[in-house]
Nanobody, 124 residues
Framework: QVQLVESGGGLVQAGGSLRLSCAAS????????MGWFRQAPGQEREFVAS????????VYKDSVKGRFTISRDNAKNAVYLELNSLKPEDTAVYYC?????????????????WGQGTQVTVSS
């Protein structure tokens, strides 16, 4: 059974930082990209960042470039999202996801496994 478990969310003031973690288990994630998405109330789920298995290639949503950093520890089957300079508009439930594609992808439909999400709330 594949499991992705996120942690690290919370309430933070604007300008603050958080580090989200995602622990993956139940299958090998070797060779496959992983990503982070978010969903704010009343809005569609949107892509935030993705990272390849090898070489650490990354892609980001434009509005988080320079503020968020995605990384992964393949030995631990874990992926992380460092959130800096947070803004109220970053408030959302953040989801970790795994794809069976080798290359980076920003499309939610191309991700097969999802975590339960972790709430990030940024106050102004």
């Amino acid at each position: 059974q594949v499991q992705l478990v996120e942690s690290g969310g919370g309430l933070v003031q604007a300008g603050g930082s958080l580090r989200l973690s995602c622990a993956a288990s139940g299958r090998t994630f070797r060779g496959y990209a992983m990503g982070w998405f978010r969903q704010a109330p009343g809005q569609e789920r949107e892509f935030v960042a993705s990272i390849s298995w090898g070489f650490g290639r990354t892609v980001y949503k434009d509005s988080v470039k320079g503020r968020f950093t995605i990384s992964r520890d393949n030995a631990k089957n874990a992926v992380y999202l460092e959130l800096n300079s947070l803004k109220p508009e970053d408030t959302a439930v953040y989801y970790c996801a795994s794809t069976t594609k080798v290359g980076l992808t920003t499309t939610p439909d191309e991700y097969n496994y999802w975590g339960q999400g972790t709430q990030v709330t940024v106050s102004s």
